[in-house]
């Protein structure tokens, strides 16, 4: 083979990054032509026809540049991307998955994620670094500047005719001779040296690739890295160069940024490294980066606990709520995973529930450790003075606990009973009081929760008419003992003088107090009535102020509800004492009940009353229930009041 051809294929392995194109002179000088062909045969054994030259059939136009120089090219240093071959810095590192993804959400997507390894992003673009940032390169036998990026180049120098464009390392020059003589270079993988004159290289050499290395500047060294890809050292982007056995700072990252191995870009911080933050129950962490948050398989939910602040904690009491410690109100916070002491409670003073989710400091209930009643069991009470603690030692059936101690029971506790002829009221089984006064006129009689004051129909032992009969009453004052006349049979009636007259007059009550009755209120009397007649006269003692229209009325009681069933109005009635309904007829039947009322038209008035016990109990018609003070609408039974009786005078006849 010709010094011209080994020239023409040798030198063209120093033009850099790039593939060879079909118009490239290639390391050639400028004045020597290249061998044309046609087929393959018109060519060396060792070449190949390709696109018209023969070129050595190691080195394709469009094949990848691997050798290095040895001081008379750099391998690898530099090439021309657009002149027709595909850049040899060794394909793309995919597309990077986006680690932005942080506790709660998703970054949105970064387009320069997808650039792969031998690309730079600008303007959301991905485009391919084509050469060695600031190193000058050979391309068609001329010198050109790369620029500081890496991602074009430009005509820097053109060598002359009888000039050969040599690479030497990151630079290229214009040479008299196609090498630096006697200096170390590589062709293709294998490493040899420029011969003497810097007419090409020598033969023979190391072959590299036999034993998984690569040549660079005529030395076999392991390859560390893709020639042409970026990578991230010591937190900043370098760039894989020298055939793949060393690098070069590419881009420094700023102090908020890291250089992020899976696209070897410098990327903006998200969060501080190996901080931790909750993602819901869930912790997660930020990377060893900084550049996205990553789950740290726990989740606070496995143990019923609440993940704040990136930890596990757990839930202590009810989220803002208030409770009771060591007599003492703490407050939780809104998580329920702390608290602080609010108020401490003072002596005599304990923290108890108060409403819904909150407590207080209430007055103590009981004295802490003293005999207390529990029910009717004694018991003590609690150490906080809070109550009462539950059990205790039962009292007997006859008796009562009372301040911590079983008493005999005298009555049913919050009833009514007789005592000393009294209706006397129980208040918690071990008290009373007298709540009415039976007198000498009245028995009480009934059991507990019904006892009241009986008044006698007569005076025991006594000389009395009852129903219409003159005898002597027993012991009892409710019946005749013995009768000495009957007036019933003399067509006469029982007056007050317990004898028969042809009428009678009673008096009910005494004038001992003195009320005042209001417009549309009526008074009365009620009266059993024990012996049949006729009603003649209904007087009131009453204090009128000023002239009033009186109305006097007589009711029947029917099934519970006193009914009207005789009334007369007298006007102008004034003054005070005894006001009369004048001369009436209305006949009264033994056995039945009837109230006798009066009531202004207008204008209020006063009106005398007897309280109980009364002076007499009895009429000689029937014995007095009690009085009525109320509106004419609101006629019950249960309205008689057996307290007072006011002061009327009834007349009767046969």
């Known amino acids: 083979m010709s010094k011209t051809r080994l020239g023409a294929w040798w030198l063209c392995l120093a033009v850099g990054f790039s593939a060879l194109s079909a118009e490239s002179g290639c390391g050639r000088s400028k004045g020597i032509q290249a061998n044309s062909c046609s087929q393959a045969s018109d060519c060396a054994d060792n070449e190949s026809c390709t696109d018209g030259e023969c070129v050595p059939s190691n080195v394709g136009v469009g094949g990848e540049e691997t050798a290095g120089s040895g001081g008379s090219y750099v391998p690898g240093g530099g090439g021309d991307a657009a002149a027709g071959g595909t850049l040899a810095v060794g394909g793309t590192a995919g597309t990077a998955a986006f680690a932005g993804e942080a506790a709660g959400g998703e970054a949105p997507v970064d387009p320069c994620l997808s650039c792969g390894k031998d690309q730079v992003c600008q303007a959301g673009s991905c485009v391919d670094i084509v050469c060695t940032p600031d190193s000058t390169l050979c391309v068609d036998g001329n010198v050109w500047q790369c620029d500081s990026q890496g991602l074009s180049k430009a005509l820097s120098k053109d060598c002359a005719s009888d000039e050969y464009c040599v690479a030497q390392g990151d630079s290229a020059l214009c040479s008299p001779t196609q090498c630096v003589a006697n200096e170390a270079l590589c062709v293709g993988q294998v490493a040899t040296s420029c011969r003497a004159d810097g007419s090409g290289p020598r033969a023979g050499g190391e072959d590299c690739a036999a034993n998984g290395e690569v040549c660079y500047q005529g030395q076999c060294l392991t390859q560390g890295c893709t020639p042409g890809e970026k990578l991230c050292e010591h937190d900043d982007v370098y760039l894989c160069s020298m055939n793949g056995t060393g690098v070069m700072l590419f881009e420094a990252c700023n102090d908020n940024e890291a250089c992020d ?36 398989g726990t989740d606070c939910a496995d143990s019923n606990a609440l993940c704040i602040d990136g930890s596990c904690k757990p839930k202590i009491c009810t989220p803002s709520s208030t409770y009771c410690k060591d007599n003492a109100i703490y407050t939780c916070d809104a998580q329920g995973v702390s608290s602080q002491l609010t108020q401490q409670c003072a002596d005599a003073y304990y923290c108890g529930p108060w409403y819904n989710n909150a407590v207080y400091c209430w007055n103590d209930v009981c004295t802490a450790g003293s005999a207390v009643c529990n029910g009717n069991s004694v018991s003590t009470c609690k150490p906080d003075g809070s109550g009462v603690q539950p059990g205790g030692t039962p009292c007997a059936a006859d008796e009562l606990c009372n301040g911590g101690v079983c ?64 005898g002597k009453c027993d012991d009892t004052g409710f019946a005749l003992a013995s ?91 004034t003054g005070s004492g005894y006001m009369s309904s004048g001369t009436i007829s209305y006949q009264l039947a033994a056995g039945k009940t009837y109230l006798f009322t009066v009531n202004a038209a207008s204008g209020s008035f006063a009106a005398y009353y007897d309280a109980a016990p009364w002076s007499a109990s009895a009429a000689s018609f029937g014995r007095i229930l009690g009085g009525f003070l109320n509106y004419s609408y609101a006629l019950q039974s249960y309205y008689v009041n057996a307290s007072q009786v006011y002061q009327m005078r009834i007349s009767t006849a046969p």
Request: hydrophobic fraction near 35%; include cysteine.
């Open 483 to 573: 009768v000495t006349d009957d007036c019933a049979s003399s067509s006469q009636i029982c007056d007050g003088n317990d004898a028969c007259a042809d009428s009678a007059v009673d008096t009910l009550a005494d004038a001992e107090e003195l009320v005042t009755v209001s417009t549309q209120l009526m008074l009365g009397v009620a009266v059993d009535t024990s012996s049949s007649r006729t009603l003649t006269e209904i007087e009131a003692n009453l204090v009128l102020p000023a002239t009033r229209d009186l109305t006097w009325s007589v009711y029947e009681l029917v099934s519970g509800t006193y009914v009207l069933r005789f009334s007369k109005a007298v006007a102008g009635q």
């Open 407 to 470: 008493k005999a029971k005298i009555c049913t506790a919050y009833q009514t009973f007789c005592k000393d002829n009294n209706v006397a009221y129980c208040y918690d089984g071990l008290q009373y009081y007298n709540q009415v006064v039976c007198g000498s006129n009245a028995v009480c009689q009934g059991g507990a929760g019904a006892a009241h004051c009986e008044p006698y129909d007569c005076t025991p032992n006594a000389t009395t008419c009852l129903g219409n009969q003159v």
């Open 261 to 296: 191995p899976n696209v070897a870009q410098c990327r903006n911080k998200l969060c501080e490294p190996g901080k931790l933050v909750c993602d819901g129950s869930r912790v997660a962490s930020c990377d060893a980066l900084g550049l996205s948050w990553q789950q740290t």
